[in-house]
């Protein structure tokens, strides 16, 4: 019964890579468990050079329709009122202010896509039932916080990430029941069919405790979600999986989350692969918000003689809650002979992911959505080619993008609206040094097109990354 997660994602990187690390951990008999400690460590050095918007610009959000209302007050006492309309403003691009900038480039020690990790698991056969438990802590070698030198001291943010903790049971004949957080169903073998899972990928120079490999740029990420999933017996290479699991922006927490896939695994005569389809589904909601009023005041004159004041209120009126679909579809397909490695995947879904960049981390992969009740189309995909070389060192090249489609509520919001495009190009070696141990380099080159689907809102991010990683 397959009842670590972690050692599935840490093998399917180590197999696709070519590396020998073992799958099991550290195994140690316990009565009638057997119980497995397994893990790894990486650490990364990258340098990420930043130019268009990423570098230089900021985006000024729009502003609703106002008064202005002025007032004079004379030396004499005389009192003078005047009011003027406030016009509603569209958002726009400027430079960024002193100490708001970002600089150039970003130099960082961190971890990569994969965080650190020590995995807890054991697993006995009692009445007939394969049982197990696991639980992993993850953690990064940079904070979890600004991403600064300020934060990366012994009393800095960084701390432990509980991303798995569930128990299962099952049978061969009849399938396995998981029950507790856990990787989600959707997304996961795009993910895990992914090179810079060893790696760095997209995502460097930021906050945070984990880079972001091809999450929002190829695929949505998966994620770790609290679940009850069920696993059918593999019926000659074939097997279903599916979730209901904890949702995501659901703001009554009402509606359950849905997650599933169908996965063909085969083998022969030295070629051997997956193909699969999947699919997830949930009601996303917000609650309803009250109209709020804000005001900016100047004030100028000389004391006694006159003095005038400026005050400009603006108010935004209320949003209604609304609920509406979120839903995504996936294919995917890996093949390995010979030494070469093939992977293609492609998604396509509705209300899920986010054209907002926080800071230079996209947001496109994460299974946020955007903030009106207009639907909001997003697709995306990958291909991957990778080659193992005679003296075992795998090098691998992969193109992805993920696009979410401008609507009438970016429209709305920004007045000029365009499709947000996050585009990626990676190349990377990947060389086993031992049979645990393996050394990396990476280069990511990352266009964003439309940032927040603001037209010509773009940006650049070009990443160089060297590293090690340990499992264990």
């Given at each position: 019964m397959k009842n670590n997660q972690l050692k599935l994602a840490v093998a399917g990187a180590v197999l696709a890579l070519g590396s020998t690390?073992?799958?099991?951990?550290?195994?140690?008999?316990?009565?009638?468990?057997?119980?497995?400690?397994?893990?790894?460590?990486?650490?990364?050095?990258?340098?990420?050079?930043?130019?268009?918007?990423?570098?230089?610009?900021?985006?000024?959000?729009?502003?609703?329709?106002?008064?202005?209302?002025?007032?004079?007050?004379?030396?004499?006492?005389?009192?003078?009122?005047?009011?003027?309309?406030?016009?509603?403003?569209?958002?726009?691009?400027?430079?960024?202010?002193?100490?708001?900038?970002?600089?150039?480039?970003?130099?960082?020690?961190?971890?990569?896509?994969?965080?650190?990790?020590?995995?807890?698991?054991?697993?006995s056969r009692q009445n007939d039932l394969d049982v197990a438990i696991q639980t992993t802590f993850f953690v990064g070698a940079n904070a979890s916080g600004a991403g600064t030198g300020a934060f990366n001291s012994g009393n800095g943010l960084n701390s432990i990430n509980v991303r798995q903790a569930f128990l299962s049971f099952g049978d061969k004949s009849w399938g396995t029941i998981k029950m507790g957080r856990d990787l989600g169903v959707f997304g996961s073998d795009a993910i895990l069919s992914d090179m810079t899972l060893l790696g760095v990928g997209t995502g460097a120079g930021g906050?945070?405790?984990?880079?972001?490999?091809?999450?929002?740029?190829?695929?949505?990420?998966?994620?770790?979600?609290?679940?009850?999933?069920?696993?059918?017996?593999?019926?000659?290479?074939?097997?279903?999986?599916?979730?209901?699991?904890?949702?995501?922006?659901?703001?009554?927490?009402?509606?359950?989350?849905?997650?599933?896939?169908?996965?063909?695994?085969?083998?022969?005569?030295?070629?051997d692969g997956r193909i699969w389809v999947g699919g997830i589904y949930q009601k996303v909601s917000t609650a309803a918000t009250a109209a709020s009023t804000s005001y900016i005041q100047t004030t100028a004159g000389t004391t006694n003689v006159s003095s005038t004041q400026v005050t400009t209120t603006r108010v935004t009126a209320a949003t209604a809650a609304y609920t509406k679909d979120a839903r995504a579809a996936e294919v995917g397909a890996k093949i390995n002979f010979a030494?070469?490695?093939?992977?293609?995947?492609?998604?396509?879904?509705?209300?899920?992911?986010?054209?907002?960049?926080?800071?230079?981390?996209?947001?496109?992969?994460?299974?946020?959505?955007?903030?009106?009740?207009?639907?909001?189309?997003?697709?995306?995909?990958?291909?991957?080619?990778?080659?193992?070389?005679?003296?075992?060192?795998?090098?691998?090249?992969?193109?992805?993008?993920?696009?979410?489609?401008?609507?009438?509520?970016?429209?709305?919001?920004?007045?000029?609206?365009?499709?947000?495009k996050n585009e990626s190009w990676v190349v990377g070696a990947y060389h086993p040094l031992t049979k645990h141990l393996n050394l990396v380099g990476e280069y990511t080159d990352t266009k964003y097109e439309n940032i927040q689907n603001f037209n010509g809102y773009n940006g650049h991010a070009r990443t160089a990354a060297l590293g090690a990683i340990l499992f264990f």
């Open positions: 690390a073992a799958n099991a951990g550290i195994i140690i008999p316990a009565g009638d468990w057997t119980v497995d400690l397994s893990g790894n460590i990486n650490t990364f050095y990258s340098n990420t050079n930043y130019t268009g918007a990423l570098e230089s610009s900021t985006l000024t959000a729009a502003t609703p329709a106002g008064t202005v209302v002025t007032t004079t007050v004379s030396g004499t006492g005389l009192v003078n009122i005047t009011a003027t309309v406030a016009t509603a403003t569209s958002a726009s691009l400027g430079a960024r202010t002193a100490g708001g900038a970002l600089t150039s480039s970003a130099n960082q020690v961190s971890t990569g896509l994969l965080p650190s990790a020590i995995g807890i698991g054991a697993k906050a945070g405790n984990s880079t972001l490999g091809r999450i929002g740029s190829g695929y949505l990420y998966a994620d770790w979600n609290g679940q009850i999933q069920y696993q059918s017996p593999n019926f000659n290479g074939f097997q279903v999986t599916g979730a209901i699991k904890e949702p995501v922006l659901n703001a009554a927490n009402h509606n359950l989350g849905y997650d599933g896939k169908a996965t063909f695994d085969f083998a022969s005569n030295g070629v030494g070469l490695g093939l992977v293609g995947y492609y998604y396509d879904g509705q209300n899920i992911g986010s054209s907002a960049v926080a800071s230079t981390t996209p947001l496109s992969g994460l299974l946020t959505s955007n903030s009106g009740p207009t639907d909001q189309d997003v697709k995306g995909g990958y291909v991957q080619a990778t080659y193992a070389l005679p003296v075992g060192t795998k090098i691998g090249a992969s193109w992805g993008q993920s696009e979410i489609k401008a609507n009438a509520d970016t429209l709305a919001a920004m007045g000029s609206s365009a499709d947000y």
